[in-house]
């Protein structure tokens, strides 16, 4: 009795998970999933263009769950960096920032790997590892609302879910 009412608890407590996925591929692939809480930060940073620019984009997790883009830090302009008003726009250190306003990504981020960019993953504090990921890649990270059950399966059996996009 104890024993199903752990599982019971195990399989409709929800939990919030920042998610890196490869989309292209046929499984929607989970590379990484990382346990995150509301308010905490996902910065991918990453350098661009031959200039080599450094650049952060910087994101909050907000309710749904769902990402929320913070800011976007660069140490200068450029081409396809982002343009901006002066009001939305300040100076720190070195960094020229752009406030985004907070808005929510609705399908998450898709983003392409290049070695050029040596870009990074953290979420909540956390380094995500992307040394797996072929060179040219899209990526898709995002937050998803998952059962403990599911986390517990894939943290310790590998076992992945479907992302909520694949299960419609």
């Not at 984009?57 to 140490?75: A, V």
């Amino acid at each position: 009795m104890i024993a199903g009412f752990i599982l019971l608890i195990l399989t409709i407590y929800p939990i919030d998970v920042f998610t890196l996925r490869l989309p292209q591929q046929e499984s929607n692939q989970i590379m990484e999933a990382v346990r995150v809480n509301q308010g905490q930060e996902v910065i991918i940073a990453y350098r661009h263009s031959v200039e080599r620019t450094r650049v952060e984009g910087r994101f909050t997790i907000g309710p749904g769950p769902s990402l929320y883009i913070k800011e976007t830090r660069m140490t200068s302009v450029g081409t396809g960096l982002p343009n901006s008003s002066p009001e939305r726009t300040r100076c720190d250190g070195e960094w020229i920032v752009v406030d985004e306003g907070l808005k929510k990504l609705e399908d998450g981020l898709r983003f392409y790997l290049s070695p050029v960019n040596r870009t990074r993953l953290i979420a909540a504090g956390q380094h995500i590892s992307l040394e797996k990921i072929k060179a040219g890649s899209l990526i898709l990270v995002d937050v998803e609302r998952i059962s403990l059950m599911k986390w517990l399966l894939w943290r310790f059996a590998a076992i992945s879910w479907l992302a909520e996009i694949d299960q419609d």
